[in-house]
């Protein structure tokens, strides 16, 4: 399958490394150009949101600007990637995280789980992994955003991003190969897409997105709460509809809520094709694998590649296991490190050291925590109103299969992403030249 990084040039493992004033950089601080066309975008999202204008009742989902990486940044991205991708592959990897994970992780091993998102955040070091999620929510409202932009005046020679007809080709080729991973030659007819109320979720509008993308590829989909979900006689329907595939976008990562029993049912014994599914986000997004993934010995008595292991420790923040041993030594440095729960989403019930009281911490060694060395976040120039201002950045790859189809920028003030903030959103991201500008 393609990616959107085939153009890349391959660096050497020794590649030379962009000034630490690169091209990009520079670009990030002062090119204020507005490079999205809303009357474009607007223009897509109506054809694929039917009676919808998301740019009204979204304000602050897109930015009208865009984020630049040097194409160094962008081999190192490939590359943390590519390592996770080989490591999680070990037996030995599989093994210890099953182990720790609920048992119904035992199943769905056949897929590869659609859009996986892999999280980073630009230091002064290169990219650093902060987080890998299932799931990842906004590649379908991407895919329409890199359509609309035109050239920066700052940085001509620079090529846009792939365009919105060939994400979708990948994105349903993706889904097919997950089908036929679990369900060969069989024909695929019924894809629900399912999530909590989902007609209340923030990001509704690219379910019927995808709804609409399967019914272009003659498929019939349905959007629904899993409560809609019946288990008949072996088989899962919905709305009347038997179902094959269920696209995903529960947070009940394990599937134990009792809206989800159905789906859970189903899953467990094989009646329906689920992606991303419990294994996935198992194997991948448990925040307890940032321990092993960024502990060097732990990798090597795993069999993991030389190479492999010293891009991970260069590329995931160490990140330890919070325990009522370690307790003392992690308050004493709480200013460098940042607390997340385990199985957390959408920077919930996250904490930065420096900003915890006693109570907080309290609630942390009560819970299920892990610590990761805190990488502060790069920031974007922009202009609100007319008037100079800088917002908090992250980059978020997402990924099929260990490729990557789509990069993407989200711009943003506080703690984390919240569309709540005036000019920020999501943003496309260019490669440009190490040299250029």
């Known amino acids: ?11 050497t493992d020794h590649g030379s490394e962009p000034s630490s004033d690169s091209t990009a950089d520079r670009l990030n601080r002062s090119c204020f150009c507005k490079t999205l066309d809303r009357t474009q975008l607007h223009t897509f999202l109506q054809a694929d949101v039917v009676n919808e204008d998301v740019l009204a009742t979204h304000p602050q989902l897109f930015s009208n600007t865009s984020v630049f990486i040097s194409p160094y940044h962008a ?3 490939r590359r943390i990637i590519g390592a996770i991708t080989r490591v999680v592959t070990l037996s030995g990897y ?11 992780a035992a199943n769905g091993v056949e897929t590869e789980g659609v859009f996986m998102g892999y999280d980073f955040h630009m230091s002064e070091q290169g990219p650093k992994l902060i987080e890998i999620n299932t799931n990842a929510g906004g590649a379908f409202l991407n895919a329409a955003l890199v359509s609309a932009q035109i050239k920066c005046c700052r940085v001509e020679s620079i090529p846009l991003p792939p365009l919105k007809t060939d994400l979708e080709a990948e994105f349903m080729a993706m889904f097919l190969h997950e089908w036929a991973l679990q369900r060969e030659d069989k024909p695929l007819k019924v894809i629900a897409i399912i999530d909590e109320n989902p007609k209340q979720q923030f990001l509704y509008p ?6 609409r993308l399967f019914e272009k590829a003659g498929l019939t989909a349905v959007i629904a709460d899993p409560s ?13 509809q038997i179902i094959d595939l269920v696209y995903n976008r529960l947070t009940d990562f394990t599937l134990e809520q009792k809206e989800n029993l159905s789906l859970r049912q189903a899953f467990e014994t094989n009646a329906v094709v689920v992606t991303p599914n419990p294994y996935h986000h198992a194997i991948y997004a ?10 060097g010995d732990a990798l090597a008595k795993l069999g993991a590649r030389k190479g492999d292991i010293a891009i991970l420790q260069a590329g995931i923040p160490a990140t330890r296991e919070v325990t009522s041993e370690n ?16 199985a957390g989403f959408g920077s919930r019930a996250t904490y930065r050291g420096d900003k915890l009281t006693k109570r907080v911490w309290n609630d942390i060694l009560q819970g299920d925590y892990v610590a990761q060395k805190i990488v502060m976040p790069s ?3 922009i202009l609100v109103d007319g008037q100079e201002t800088t917002l908090k950045m992250d980059l978020r790859a997402y990924v099929y299969a260990g490729e990557i189809q789509l990069l993407a920028a989200r711009l943003y003030q506080g703690q984390t992403t919240n569309f709540r903030t005036e000019g920020g959103g999501f943003a496309p991201v260019f490669i440009t030249d190490l040299t250029s500008g």
């Open 228 to 240: 809609e979900l019946e288990l008949i006689d072996g088989k899962l329907q919905c709305q009347n």
């Open 75 to 77: 081999e190192q991205i």
């Open 94 to 104: 599989e093994q210890q995280v099953l182990e720790q994970a609920h048992k119904i």
């Open 286 to 295: 448990n925040k307890r694998n940032l321990i092993l993934l960024s502990d």
């Open 327 to 342: 307790a003392a030594e992690l308050w004493q440095e709480r200013k460098q490190l940042f607390f997340k729960p385990t």
């Open 1 to 11: 399958m393609g990616n959107c990084m085939s153009s890349i040039t391959e660096l």
């Open 379 to 381: 920031e974007r120039g």
């Open 206 to 211: 690219e379910f019927v997105m995808a709804q």
